[in-house]
């Protein structure tokens, strides 16, 4: 009569199952059947919370909770006998830790604090290195008998990778098996895993610690790929990810990110798989390195100019009157074919003299944005104080942004930093990652934070005077938009709420410059022949890629410098200059750095 909570359930006994055989049965005569068969296990739903079938399980968890206060408490005389029977039964070890608010028992909960704070101490006894290979032993018990639709015994799954990490175990086959075979998890185990941001965070590392252990210790390290258990372990951590995004990444981005394996990967491998379209571990976006990709990228770019030109030097030779640059590059851009696009790029100053071996390119690319970008061309508004670049509405110079998409993929694929910024919303638009009302705080934070409030249950609609409509600044003009058809005569109720936060979002970040965006995306896809070359990156790492990153390291650059024309780093000018240098303000600094390279941001390899 209680169930195990599971709507897929199959158990035609349980009351949660679809196929539940008493469903015509009313209480009393439910109340008859389940007197006569609960005794009987096989009648019992192997779902069911342990705590529901065996309800003697509630005096080993409250002799665990002396135990785990005394742990965290640093006692002495801890007795760790209840430990000694817990992890000898897995159906007790299921209900450790569970939110005290959660009367249920089978509901993925957790008292988040009280277990940190119970890891943490278990390094400070020795008497738990004891347990280790029983706690193996449960591991491997717990994640042999995985049932994916029961959510107390997902839970379990997570509870003892965190008892693991402690120990920093690197290996239990069980482990690595349960994710290569069960990679249709579902999406509710995600979104319930990074609500407990700590736990998911111990989580990741843990299994990071198995792929990194499982890879060093290959044969063939690079071909990873051959190895089912290793890729079961990074799609589960890429899912991980993808559910962070869409839930406002509570955990850091770079805690995805696996240094050593990007570190031992073949490169040449790699590029060849994704020039073929084979499966790699660029597939996964999250958890390789942008480092590893930036070099994918710019070898494959190389390769390419290479082919193009039977191994010939050849280039994309744009001849620019600076004081026509936008007109020219237009003039001189359009009709381009893929191929002449995908050539090392040299700009030429008209009446100037200057080789350009970056420099010029650098300046080009300074110049001609700070041109396309300014309030007189009309193309972009500066929004979310002043930080990004977003379509302007209602204008539909379309070749305009085409070629302003091309001139930044050129950028890209010429490795030039743009000293302009878009929203990430951009990037996820051309990489095809779902957008939601998240998305709109890129751009217009304010109407996400009303809309957002619009949906709370407390918020009254009916009291509003709101329409499925929007008005807009057209140029001066107010504008009015129906968000659904006859949307100016029909109300924001209650009822209908939802469906109007939906619509005003879709609105914002789709329609309303859905012609802009498509021209943009047009020019910057011109330019890349293989798309896999651009979408090995997450968005936030191509917003790196175009614009760079606000992290500076001097003295990376004081060591990278290269002296010419007699000058050593022991000159006595040059010691002066760092002298001066030192004592600049950030401010002047980044002033300096913008003159030297064309942007203040720096580089996915740094000041190098």
């Known amino acids: 009569t209680y169930g195990c909570g599971c709507p897929t359930c199959m158990h035609n006994e349980c009351f949660s199952s679809p196929y539940f055989k008493y469903k015509d049965y009313d209480s009393t005569q439910l109340a008859q059947v389940a007197e006569k068969i609960s005794k009987t296990s096989s009648h019992l739903c192997d779902k069911l919370s342990p705590m529901i079938v065996d309800p003697s399980i509630f005096e080993d968890l409250v002799f665990f909770s002396d135990f785990a206060s005394s742990v965290i408490s640093n006692d002495p005389e801890t007795d760790f006998s209840i430990f000694e029977k817990i992890i000898k039964s897995p159906q007790i070890f299921y209900m450790l830790f569970l939110d005290s608010e959660d009367m249920d028992y089978y509901n993925f909960s957790f008292d988040e604090d009280l277990l940190v704070s119970f890891l943490n101490q278990m390094r400070n006894f020795k008497e738990f290195h004891n347990y280790k290979n029983d706690i193996i032993s449960l591991a491997s018990t717990i994640f042999r008998n995985v049932s994916i639709d029961s959510p107390h015994i997902m839970r379990a799954t997570l509870l003892i990778t965190l008892f693991l990490y402690i120990f920093d175990i690197r290996k239990v086959t069980a482990i690595s098996n349960f994710y290569d075979s069960h990679r249709k998890i579902d999406d509710q185990f995600y979104t319930n895993l990074i609500k407990y941001r700590k736990l998911a965070e111990i989580h990741i590392a843990f299994c990071q610690n198995l792929i990194t252990h499982a890879c060093q210790n290959q044969l063939k390290p690079g071909n990873v790929l051959d190895n089912s258990e290793i890729i079961g372990l990074v799609s589960h951590i890429q899912k991980i990810s993808n559910v962070n995004r869409n839930n406002g990444f509570p955990i ?334 950030q401010e002047n600094k980044i002033e300096f750095l913008m003159f030297l390279t064309g942007t203040k941001m720096v580089p996915i390899k740094g000041l190098k």
């Open 252 to 585: 850091n981005l770079n805690l995805f990110k696996n240094e050593e394996v990007s570190s031992i990967l073949d490169r040449e491998s790699e590029i060849h798989s994704l020039l073929l379209s084979r499966p790699t571990l660029l597939d996964y976006p999250s958890f390789i390195t942008i480092t590893f990709k930036k070099e994918i990228q710019e070898r494959i770019s190389s390769l390419i100019m290479f082919a193009r030109n039977d191994g010939r030097p050849s280039y994309l030779v744009l001849e620019i009157d600076r004081n026509n640059i936008v007109r020219e590059t237009m003039k001189l851009l359009t009709g381009k074919k893929q191929e002449d696009l995908q050539k090392p790029l040299k700009i030429i100053f008209k009446n100037e003299k200057g080789d350009d071996s970056g420099g010029l390119s650098r300046e080009y690319f300074q110049l001609i944005t700070k041109e396309v970008f300014c309030p007189d061309f009309a193309y972009f508004d500066l929004i979310n104080d002043n930080k990004f670049y977003w379509f302007k509405k209602r204008y539909f110079d379309l070749d305009g942004f085409k070629l302003i998409g091309t001139l930044v993929a050129l950028a890209v694929h010429n490795s030039v930093l743009l000293p302009i910024r878009f929203p990430i919303l951009l990037y996820k638009k051309l990489l095809n990652v779902p957008l939601s009302i998240i998305d709109l705080y890129d751009i217009k934070p304010e109407v996400a934070s009303s809309l957002q409030s619009i949906l709370k249950d407390d918020f009254d609609a009916s009291e509003m005077d709101l329409f499925f409509d929007i008005t807009i600044d057209n140029f001066g003009v107010p504008d009015t938009i129906e968000l659904i058809p006859n949307g100016s005569k029909i109300a924001v109720t209650n009822e209908n709420k939802k469906q109007y936060v939906d619509s005003v979002v879709e609105y914002e970040l789709e329609s309303s410059v859905k012609e802009q965006f498509e021209a943009f995306k047009q020019g910057f896809w011109l330019v890349f022949q293989i798309p896999k070359n651009i979408t090995i990156y997450e968005p936030e790492e191509l917003d790196i890629i175009v614009s760079g990153q606000a992290v500076y390291d001097w003295e990376e650059l004081k060591r990278n410098a290269t002296y010419s024309n007699g000058y050593t780093e022991d000159s006595e000018n040059i010691h002066l200059f760092w002298q001066v240098f030192d004592e600049l303000s």
